[in-house]
């Protein structure tokens, strides 16, 4: 069995990562997974939240990266992971505060206000990466 | 017979509208080699997008329950072309051979006795579609990615395309748009994007591609959070082509106006130097007459 396993994180307007390794962390909708090599298949939706990079050893993080959901392909060799957005995670701790804030504010209000079952599934969807951009500030996000 | 300065003039206003095509020409270039490093970053995602589709409809085919993005509202009575043009002109037939197509696809739904919509991207395609089929259009989108294409302005779109398949507007989608081959050429191709057609699984992956997948949470739901991402996949890859297209398709007209611009400089040209000679020999001829007849 190889020793690492090659991850390879896609945004819609390029290739983001693409680099072997150890173990990565993946936010999974239905919780945090660990990825080693050798995985079982899967395809997991990815909800807002951190990729944690173990490119050395299993003890220290090389990287921290927000995605802003998506979806997650693990074979036993890869694991690929579309995300919607992404960026580095100092450059999310980097945001207004008090920008962040406000957006959650409206968007809590233009849920109370959304009239179909379609355009509150979009509100939601768009509260819970504000939301989680601003966990990740605050580091209670993982 | 126009007066020297007639032509003069004329060379002069000539020479300036080939400063103006021959600029536009660099820049369309330049823009074309943007739109096309953009269409290239975003293949990767378009690729693992669709090898991760093709698995799903793989374990998810012939239940009778999948999400009618996939399997279709059941009928194709009526039909949504979404119709991809630029926003401006000066670039050749790019945005009529869109048009005609168009046109074309709209008369043989129509003889078929299917109901056609329309919804257009871009002014020029809306423009002149306006004039011919008014009724029809029922949403338009103007200067998309005026300034750099991005993901977002795919989706606004597909936002609008979506809200009307859920509200029962339409059965069948296809895109209309122009294929980047080259600068030269721009192929008009449509493409069905709603139902969708599932991707087969390439035989070349693989024992790969036969891996039974664990899927979280179940497949059902993965595929419908998948499809609406993968139709605005396929929206932006088309507006990523269709800005290439245009920019090439500009690049080449504004090269073949330089180009005219510059044979009919010559042209004038000769004519002005032949009046001025002409004009030199009657005076001296009327001076070596005068001259004589003393």
Known sequence: MADKVEFELVSPEKLLVSQPVHMVVVPGAEGFLGVLPGHAPMIVTVKPGIIDIYANDMATITQRIFVAGGFCEITGARVTILAEEASDLNAVRGLDRATLEKQLVDLTEDLADAKSEGERHTLEGKLAIVQAKLDAQAGTLH | MPSLKDIRNRIASVKSTQKITSAMKMVAASKLRRA??????????????????????????????GPRLMTGTGSDQTHLLVVMTGDRGLCGGFNSSVVRETRRAIQRLQAEGKTVKLLTVGRKGRDLLRREFPSLIVASFEEVGKKKLSFADADRVTAKILELFNAGQFDVATIVYN???SAMTQIVTLQQVVPFAAPEVASDTGSEASAVYEFEPSEEAILADLLPRNLAIQVYSALLESAASFFGAQMTAMDNATRNAGEMIKKYTLVYNRTRQASITKELIEIISGAEAL
Not at chain 2, 36 to 49: F, I, K, S
Not at chain 2, 51 to 63: D, E, H, K, Q, W
């Open chain 2, 36 to 65: 096309q490093e953009q269409a290239e970053a975003g293949r990767p995602y378009a690729e693992r997008m669709g090898r991760m589709l093709a698995s799903l409809a793989a374990n998810v085919a012939g239940g009778p329950g």
């Open chain 2, 179 to 181: 294929k980047f081959k």
